[in-house]
């Protein structure tokens, strides 16, 4: 998809005049994903330590990431499957084209991956004459509205029951125009019976992988539908997409992160569906498919390495961040332009697109930390946010009229006695000018605050001077 | 695509700023991987009898829309089914996978009409057996192999698990401690804990979006093993 994180004010301004939209946001952020998270954590009193642990276990990995996926490699091989290693979207895009050509795939059904939205497959396949059917109930509704998704762990959040139902009306034509489609139960029943065919008639399944086990060679996925299931089981050949940074060491690694991913992410105890599949399927088996792959996805993910972002490696996608986020509580995730929304998307998005495309993104947050204090692997997100403010400034990414400001108040801060006099000085000012009414309707270079709040008149004396007097 | 995988690899060591690991940083990491460290276990599912460790399996597992039935014997698992089956109205045909623990059971004592094989769609009703159970989230463990069929533990709307009291550990480490001393790892394992479900379409939580809309357990007292 074509990024337009470049129109963040234009799509935020839009998104908050969205009646549906903010319905939607209001639902999911009173009484979605991050109560229910509440709960479970509040029932698991080793929640904190577990994060603890996960954040030591991903830093680990990071300092050994050639070591454990060279082993996840031979492993992989040692039953069966094959790995391909790509360092861009491109040549990811490329391998995939090429394992479903070799299959003679016409229809491929997908589960739920975030690095095949990062590279864009859906569109590479459909530009080369094969259909890539999405399975995932919430990326099939997007899919055939052809919109992003706006949500890593539920893509279509943003949408109310009813424009399910007009899509449905548009896109399944050969059922009767007439039936009943109010409920959600309707729905799920007609795209249940639609998908099912799908799974059945699809050469190649693709799905992503939320772990890589190192010693076992093994990828596994974490569903709630068992659509992750259908797509690997049934077709002839199952490709798994998976960028670089999922690999763990053992079988138990992976466990501590299972414990961690499903409360964080929508608050369940534990996913329905775990799947760790190794390989494909072995002499007797009646099922399963005749070819594993996995396409290892760099693209742009070793340049962390070492760098003050090495840390954003180590998300597990849970989402967490973006279900306790002001910002994406009243945007949502279209707003932020590309397929990682909320704080996740604000630090990774210019990673990933560049900070000059990207820019307003890390601005897009309060910094109130909320999203650090619910990340399973504690990913200090503030502060990357904040690194990326910076690397805008150096970079005279920043509006002028921002910088402009922001080095007028450098200047002042270096300087504290300057500060002060300057501070007290406008707030004598403010004060008598705002004797009559107590506060200010207008303020010159302060229109935006202004114009839906009234700011109110400085009185009595500076912090400053008060705190000299008591210390005395 | 080989010059891929190098490159990749320059890359992740020149941001560690450092070339391929040596042969004792590498000896270490092995030693560790084979070690299976296990990281923090939740106290609620530690140290637990075999009665404490069945009450927080099924506490957990109901928790989430599965439904349990309890037997003594693994001969009364057939006559159970059939029961569960006609409180719900739901067909009288099963779908049996060859696992030889339910290959002996007296299916002949009920009226079902058994398939036994691979699920295809339309099946309505599966019946597998389960490699084991984990206490800690109330979750079953399906392993694949030639006589359990991964497909049927998702085609099928209603899948009815026989499960032996002696099947339920704690916590999953001891599950995957049990599944390394099965042998080799098998192709897939399924971790199930309830029937299908979603809340994609405006939040609402529906049962069977893809996989099962019911799943059922019936958990023997005196399970597989424990069978003269």
């Keep these: ?472 | 695509m080989s010059d891929a995988r190098a490159d990749i690899l320059a890359r992740i060591r020149d941001g560690l700023k450092r070339g391929p690991l040596d042969e004792e940083r590498t000896d270490m990491l092995e030693t560790l991987l084979a070690s299976h460290v296990r990281s923090l276990v939740p106290d609620r599912a530690k140290t637990l009898d075999q009665g404490a460790r069945i009450a927080l399996f099924a506490a957990m597992a109901e928790e989430v829309d599965t439904t349990i039935d309890r037997v003594a014997s693994m001969d009364e698992a057939p006559e159970a089914i059939t029961r569960y089956l006609a409180q719900r109205n739901l067909p009288a045909r099963v779908m049996v996978t060859p696992d030889p623990k339910l290959a002996r059971l007296p299916w002949d004592r009920t009226t079902l009409e058994i398939g036994r094989g691979v699920a295809q769609d339309g099946d309505a009703v599966g019946v597998s057996a389960c490699f084991a159970a984990v206490a800690e989230t109330g979750t079953l463990m399906l392993v694949s192999g030639p006589a359990s069929p991964t497909r049927n533990n998702f085609l099928p709307d209603t899948h009815i698990v026989v499960l032996g009291a002696d099947e339920v550990v704690g916590f999953y480490e001891e599950a995957w401690d049990r599944l390394r001393e099965a042998g080799a790892m098998p192709r897939t394992v399924n971790f199930i804990t309830g029937p299908s479900r979603t809340g994609d379409i405006a939040q609402k939580l529906e049962l069977g979006a893809h996989g099962p809309l019911r799943l059922h357990i019936v958990l023997v007292e005196h399970g597989a093993q424990a069978r003269p």
């Design chain 1, 1 to 472: 998809m074509h990024p337009t994180s470049r129109a963040f004010p234009e799509n935020a301004h839009r998104a908050l005049g969205d009646a549906i939209l903010q319905q939607s946001l209001g639902i999911m952020m009173r009484q979605g994903f991050a109560v229910r998270r509440a709960k479970v954590v509040a029932r698991l009193p080793e929640f904190e330590a577990l994060r603890e642990e996960a954040r030591a276990l991903k830093d680990h990995v990071l300092e050994h990431l050639d070591f454990y996926l060279e082993t996840f490699e031979r492993n992989v091989k040692a039953r069966g499957g094959l790995v391909h290693w790509c360092r861009t979207a491109e040549e990811a895009r490329a391998t995939v084209l090429e394992i479903c050509r070799a299959a003679g795939a016409r229809t491929v059904t997908k589960g739920k991956t975030m690095i095949g939205e990062e590279i864009a497959i859906n569109d590479h396949l459909e530009a080369n004459g094969i259909k890539p059917v999405e399975t995932d109930l919430g990326e099939y509704i997007i899919q055939i509205r052809r919109e992003p998704p706006s949500h890593i762990v539920a893509p279509a959040v943003h949408l109310a029951k009813e424009q399910v139902a007009e899509s449905f009306r548009r896109t399944h034509r050969h059922l009767d125009p007439a039936r009943p489609l109010d409920e959600p139960r309707q729905m799920l029943d007609e795209a249940r019976a639609i998908l099912r065919q799908k799974f059945l008639a699809a050469e190649v399944g693709i799905t992503g992988a939320n772990i890589l086990v190192a010693e076992t060679g093994s990828s596994i996925i974490v569903t709630n539908e068992g659509n992750g299931d259908l797509t690997q089981t049934l077709p002839k050949v199952h490709i798994v997409l998976a960028s670089i940074e999922k690999v763990v060491p053992t079988l138990e690694d992976a466990t501590l992160l299972l414990r961690l991913l499903a409360r964080s992410a929508t608050g369940q105890e534990f996913s329905t569906y775990t799947t760790v599949s190794t390989g494909p399927r072995r002499p007797g088996d009646p099922d399963g498919p005749n070819d594993y792959h996995v396409v290892l996805v760099d693209n742009g993910r070793s340049a962390l390495m070492g760098s003050e972002m090495q840390d954003m490696l180590r998300c597990i996608r849970c989402a967490a961040c973006l279900n306790h986020c002001p910002v994406y509580g009243a945007v949502g995730g279209h707003a932020y332009g590309w397929v990682y929304p909320g704080p996740m998307g604000a630090v990774l998005t210019p990673t990933l697109l560049g900070i000059g495309e990207a820019a307003h993104l890390p601005n897009a947050s309060t910094l109130c930390g909320k999203c650090e204090s619910v990340c399973p692997v504690k990913i200090p997100l503030p502060r990357l946010m904040r690194h990326w403010r910076e690397r805008a400034f150096e970079q005279d990414i920043t509006p002028r009229a921002t910088r402009w400001g922001l080095s007028a108040w450098a200047y002042l801060a270096e300087r504290p006695p300057l500060y002060r006099l300057v501070s007290a000085t406008a707030a004598r000012v403010l004060g008598w000018l705002g004797r009559g009414h107590g506060r200010f309707r207008t303020l010159p270079l302060a229109g935006g605050w202004t114009s839906v709040r009234d700011m109110p008149a400085p009185e009595g004396r500076s912090f400053m001077s008060l705190w000299t007097e008591r210390r005395r």
